[in-house]
């Protein structure tokens, strides 16, 4: 494949608890606000929930043994809120936290590094009732809840990502309604965003405070956004939309300040009375990383009907062949990865982690037991590529953590769309490494400076096949 990336950068793969792990109402979990929205009629694809999703929680040692088979050098998750504090604020189940230590201390048995995530959309039920992130006393509930999370494994985790794409917790999930709590309220939108990114401050305080050896920031979902035309109109509604999605929470953690059009562009809608003295300040608390989550390339155009920002992204379906699209309907084209790291570079010294990316492909298991995903090896061999040109263009990316492990609990989506790495029957559980699987084992193997403890390959070798 001759991809050599520098020597320490991390290969690895991403997932988060309510996606993977089950046992909802096991061990003394609580609910959380995707336990109550995956009740909904319609919200979610089938009616599909993750009381179950990979049954992660009763196969970790399994899974771990994928992940370090292989060869990967680090493993993102996320620590589910409503399995340490079921109710979001007083008593501590402990056996919640004694089953992330089992986990961290599970991945660095097998050598690889575990990076956690401290909230990954699960918000307890309980606290959603009072507002949720809404209501401002969430920020502390957090802050109560990250120094459980610190107290029981800051000594053995060294990488945390203090929020995962505070973007959709804020804007799909309050403004779009198409994400759990499914409210559609600009303000309220706006006031979730901004204690989401508040919260994340704080947590980087208690992180340098009981952690200090270890290294933080913050993951944000970043779309490569353009102009359908060169008209004014379409101009002006694609730089809405940047700022909707990228500027309003990158200038709020590297600069301390929302963008002024995006200020004036939503004072005229609705007060931002959520705004207090000192607020951005914490928001920009000094950060040893920036983590990106890319997807996708948009078009937009204006649209004046559009209600809150006059901006309508066209459908990719419309521009591009059916070949060029993942399952999502989505533009996944390799450039527009480079393009968001080169941005981000441009703005911040910070180093970068990919923090997830991956594509949803209609993958099935053949008659010989294998999943041939032809399409999602072709996306990595060239999104990888697209990393590799700008490391070498001098944009300081530290790594780049595939999304996903397995297929797995899809949000809105539910089941419908796979993303993983390896093929999960959700009637029996069972797993089948894919052929992407097999390819990013290579990957890893061929790296000449690269510490590898196993031969990736050993994992598939002579392994009979597998079927559901």
């Given at each position: 494949m001759s991809m050599h990336f520098p020597p320490g950068f991390h290969f690895g793969v991403a997932t988060s608890a309510y996606q993977i792990e089950g046992a909802a109402d096991e061990d003394g979990r609580g609910p959380s606000m995707w336990d109550t929205f995956c009740s909904v009629p319609g919200a979610v694809t089938h009616g599909d929930t993750g009381a179950i999703a990979c049954d992660h929680y009763h196969r970790t040692d399994e899974d771990m043994d994928l992940a370090a088979g292989l060869g990967?050098?680090?493993?993102?998750?996320?620590?589910?809120?409503?399995?340490?504090v079921p109710d979001g604020t007083g008593s501590v189940n402990q056996k919640g936290l004694d089953y992330y230590r089992r986990l961290v201390d599970g991945l660095r048995a097998r050598g690889v590094e575990p990076m956690a995530t401290l909230y990954h959309w699960d918000l307890p039920q309980p606290l959603q009732d009072a507002g949720g992130w809404v209501n401002r006393d969430t920020v502390a509930h957090f802050c109560d809840y990250v120094?459980?999370?610190?107290?029981?494994?800051?000594?053995?985790?060294?990488?945390?990502?203090?929020m995962n794409e505070p973007f959709c917790s804020g804007m799909i999930g309050h403004l779009q309604a198409r994400h759990a709590p499914g409210v559609a309220d600009l303000h309220s939108a706006l006031a979730a965003s901004h204690h989401l990114l508040l919260a994340h401050g704080l947590?980087?305080?208690?992180?340098?405070?009981?952690?200090?050896?270890?290294?933080?920031?913050?993951?944000?979902?970043?779309?490569?956004?353009?102009?359908?035309?060169?008209?004014g109109a379409d101009q002006a509604a694609a730089r809405r939309l940047d700022g909707y999605e990228n500027r309003w929470f990158l200038d709020a953690v590297l600069r301390g300040s929302y963008p002024a059009d995006m200020l004036d562009w939503y004072q005229r809608q609705v007060p931002l009375d959520f705004i207090r003295d000192g607020d951005m300040e914490i928001m920009a608390a000094?950060?040893?990383?920036?983590?990106?989550?890319?997807?996708?390339?948009?078009?937009?155009?204006?649209?004046?009907?559009?209600?809150f920002h006059q901006a309508r992204v066209i459908p990719a379906a419309h521009y591009l062949d059916a070949a060029e699209l993942t399952a999502n309907g989505i533009d996944a084209r390799p450039a527009g990865l480079g393009?968001?790291?080169?941005?981000?570079?441009?703005?911040?010294?910070?180093?970068?982690?990919?923090?997830?990316?991956?594509?949803?492909?209609?993958?099935?298991?053949?008659?010989?037991?294998?999943?041939?995903?032809?399409?999602?090896v072709a996306y990595l061999t060239a999104h990888f590529g697209e990393t590799l040109a700008a490391i070498r263009a001098g944009v300081d990316v530290r790594g780049y953590f595939v999304w996903s492990l397995l297929d797995n609990f899809e949000w809105a989506d539910g089941y419908s769309r796979r993303f993983g790495l390896v093929w999960?029957?959700?009637?029996?559980?069972a797993r089948i490494p894919k052929a992407s699987a097999r390819?990013?084992?290579?990957?890893?193997?061929?790296?000449?400076?690269?510490?590898i403890t196993d031969q990736p390959a050993q994992l598939f070798a002579d392994q009979p096949a597998q079927r559901p």
């Open positions: 990967l050098t680090a493993y993102r998750f996320s620590v589910g809120w409503p399995r340490i120094q459980l999370v610190l107290d029981s494994l800051g000594d053995v985790v060294p990488v945390w990502v203090t947590a980087m305080g208690m992180i340098r405070d009981r952690a200090p050896q270890a290294r933080a920031g913050i993951t944000h979902l970043l779309s490569d956004i353009h102009a359908a035309s060169d008209s000094p950060a040893d990383f920036m983590g990106v989550n890319y997807y996708e390339t948009k078009r937009v155009a204006g649209d004046p009907d559009e209600p393009r968001i790291l080169r941005r981000v570079h441009e703005v911040t010294p910070l180093p970068l982690y990919i923090t997830e990316n991956g594509a949803a492909y209609h993958d099935y298991v053949d008659p010989e037991g294998g999943v041939d995903d032809v399409e999602r999960v029957d959700f009637g029996t559980q390819w990013y084992a290579q990957l890893i193997t061929d790296q000449p400076a690269q510490l």
